[in-house]
């Protein structure tokens, strides 16, 4: 019997959507692992390092390249929504309110784990396999460095909202810490991408975007909240095709295409719905194709020691850096330690970082399978981790 590329693709999808929904529900994960995590783990079991690796018959049947294709197209457009959101939701207003706190946190949250990361990433490229074969040795320190400092603030979202914290004034701390160090990730990323080659083509898509985005502001405020959805969302793919065009990468562009219009436009309510069923609908193709791209080359224990020392980076460096910005403003006790624990969550954010870095050959297939494992483990550990400490600092208030 001849099966279609069709029926091929929909039994990827039906395999992309089923088996980490069952897992998750079946076996209880939420407290460890929320669904996203599930989903991310379960990309790097159905690629070709694992199941593909025991059964290639099966990985060569349904993931050919056709179908891998067509992934990808779904993966880029979930991402760039994705990235697009979180650009509208941050508020630089509130975090200029409380601009000594939010820069003296932020700043010391984001420098010392990137310090730690870089150190890191000295070590890991002293040896062969882990540098890209494009990469230039400070865009791996730096490149790597950032991973480790990243904070993702959708999951941190996420799981404010689980902990029921999100709408109190701990939770809106939290929002503009991770807030003012996402814009400092993108704009790292930006000075990581900068092509002397290319940068006329650089120049002219700020030039560009400056430009674009005045005139697209303007636009927007005499707009209906109907027809902003559909002119913001041809914004976003005119900016990441530009953005791309120069050299930056098109999630650099989808980023900043979020960051120029205010949440205000969009309403709260309809941004939440819109992100909740990109993650429902089409991130999970999203963490397929990531998990596609996982690579034991290396060897899995290389990998696995690689990821270990990333995690002990990032883990350390983003509580250090808070218990110091503790000490500087005067915070009770435990508070620094619930604040450092929810920052250092990684997840979609570092791994599409860490994707940006793979797609430009900074880094290799296996260093972003290290990053990659890091990301999660930092993920899991962050709901144990603060659940009873988090109780013990609301029960001494």
Known sequence: ??????????????IILAVPYLVWRVFKTDYFAPLVVVQIVAG???GPGVLGAAFPAYYQTIFTPDVIGALNGIAWWAVMMFVF?????????????DRRETAITASL??????????????LILSWPGWLGPQGFYYQGVL????????????????????LEIFRKELGQRLLRYASLDDLAIWAVLALILLDVERIARQGAFLVFFIAAAWAMRALMRRLSQNDRWFVALVWLAMCGLVADWAGLHYMVGAFLAGCVLDREWFGEERLDIFRGVILLTVMPVFFLSTGLRTSWEGGGLAVFAVAAL????????????????????????GEASVIGWLLQTKALIMIIFANVLLDKDIITSQTFTALLLMAVASTMLTVPMVTPKLRKLTGAA
């Open 1 to 14: 019997m001849i099966v279609t590329t069709t029926e091929l693709f929909l039994i990827a999808l039906t």
């Open 143 to 162: 490149g790597i460095g950032m991973a480790c400092a990243v904070t993702a603030l959708p999951i941190l979202v996420l799981l404010m909202e689980k």
């Open 310 to 333: 990333l995690l002990a980076a990032s883990v350390g460096g983003k509580v250090l850096g808070v218990q110091i910005a503790g000490r500087i403003l005067g915070w009770k006790k």
């Open 109 to 122: 949250a984001l420098i010392v784990p990137l310090l730690a990361g870089a150190a890191a990433a000295v």
């Open 85 to 97: 959101v979180a650009g509208v939701e941050l508020d630089l207003a509130a975090a200029w309110k």
């Open 44 to 46: 790097i079991i159905l």
